[in-house]
T-cell receptor
């Protein structure tokens, strides 16, 4: 069973502080995604990252957000100056092949709950 | 990517089949139908996907109408652990972003 891990599981921070959320995707994957889910709302795409570059980003992913691959095994999502409305679950995901026709699922991590006070 | 329409909620008795409908009337010829589910704030979980043929795996079956404008996810013997929000997503690009809607909240009752 493949595994995507995310740390921390829960982060509480004060408004204006920087936070870094970490994800260890399925091993050796160059492609990953970040999504968020505000409590009671739908899952929203933030950004996709391939081979050390942003592949696509949503309107939500503004200048306060950044993604990095600081080493070969993990990815980070940084929020420079958190706002109350950044409180949400943040999920990372990596593609995993489900078909010999090169069709992929997105395999999600358990998420990080970010609470901004 | 085409939009999808799903009922907001449905109940199902444990042990019975759960049939979850999804309308995607604007689907184009190269778009796949994907189903994911999310159990209480966990990360979404892939269930199944299809293009035009019916598909079955260990989790569920997917029935796609001949005109591909709608589909049904079938959980053959629902268990309490199947209580979740189920999302129907249509996309051309299995590598690309997933556009989640509100999904269908399925509650399996004893």
């Amino acid at each position: 069973e493949p595994e995507v891990t995310q740390t921390p599981s829960h982060q509480v921070t004060q408004m204006g502080q920087e936070v870094i959320l970490r994800c260890v995707p399925i091993s050796n994957h160059l492609y990953f995604y970040w999504y968020r889910q505000i409590l009671g709302q739908k899952v929203e795409f933030l950004v996709s990252f391939y081979n050390n570059e942003i592949s696509e980003k949503s309107e939500i992913f503004d200048d306060q957000f950044s993604v990095e691959r600081p080493d070969g095994s993990n990815f980070t999502l940084k929020i420079r100056s958190t706002k109350l409305e950044d409180s949400a679950m943040y999920f990372c995901a990596t593609p995993m092949e489900v078909s010999k026709l090169r069709i992929y699922e997105q395999y999600f991590g358990p998420g990080t709950r970010l609470t901004v006070t | 990517d085409a939009k999808t329409t799903q009922p907001p909620s449905m109940d199902c008795a444990e042990g019975r089949a759960a049939n979850l409908p999804c309308n995607h009337s604007t689907i184009s010829g190269n778009e796949y139908v994907y189903w994911y589910r999310q159990i209480h704030s966990q990360g979404p979980q892939y269930i199944i996907h299809g293009l035009k043929n019916n598909e079955t795996n260990e989790m569920a079956s997917l029935i796609i109408t001949e005109d591909r404008k709608s589909s049904t996810l079938i959980l053959p013997h629902a268990t309490l652990r199947d209580t979740a929000v189920y999302y129907c997503i249509v996309t051309t690009d299995s590598w690309g972003k997933l556009q989640f809607g509100a999904g269908t909240q399925v509650v399996v009752t004893p």
